[in-house]
């Protein structure tokens, strides 16, 4: 009688899958994740900078701060979509995706013999 594969509640689907092309899809989703946590924490901080402008009442701290505020999400924005760029570009060096593709991720797990 065969062992059905283990399964994960919180990532359904995975359990059918050969463990390289699970924990690709792990990996995957984990940036995926931390790529919309990131952004939408950008803009909050953009929205926030916003209001901070503009319920300054012309006082020059408030809106430097301000200023401050929107330069410091916008450049943290672009650092997280870099990263995500080289992440890519460094999965794609080391062969296990293809930048043409939409398919899963393949990593190749050592093994000891």
């Given at each position: 009688?065969?062992?059905?594969?283990?399964q994960n509640?919180?990532?359904p689907g995975?359990g059918?899958?050969?463990?390289?092309v699970?924990?690709?899809?792990?990996?995957?989703?984990?940036v995926g994740?931390l790529?919309?946590?990131?952004?939408?924490?950008a803009?909050?901080q953009?929205?926030?900078?916003?209001?901070?402008?503009?319920?300054?009442?012309?006082d020059?701290?408030?809106?430097?701060?301000?200023?401050?505020r929107?330069?410091?999400?916008?450049i943290?924005?672009?650092?997280v979509?870099a990263s995500?760029?080289?992440f890519i570009?460094?999965?794609q060096?080391?062969?296990?995706i293809?930048l043409?593709?939409?398919g899963?991720?393949?990593?190749?797990?050592?093994?000891i013999f």
């Amino acid at each position: 009688m065969a062992v059905p594969p283990i399964q994960n509640p919180a990532v359904p689907g995975l359990g059918d899958k050969p463990p390289e092309v699970a924990f690709g899809t792990m990996i995957a989703g984990i940036v995926g994740v931390l790529l919309t946590v990131a952004s939408i924490w950008a803009f909050f901080q953009l929205i926030l900078g916003g209001i901070n402008w503009i319920s300054s009442g012309g006082d020059k701290g408030k809106v430097e701060a301000a200023q401050q505020r929107l330069t410091q999400a916008i450049i943290g924005l672009m650092i997280v979509f870099a990263s995500w760029a080289i992440f890519i570009l460094i999965l794609q060096f080391f062969g296990i995706i293809s930048l043409g593709t939409t398919g899963e991720i393949k990593l190749k797990l050592p093994t000891i013999f």
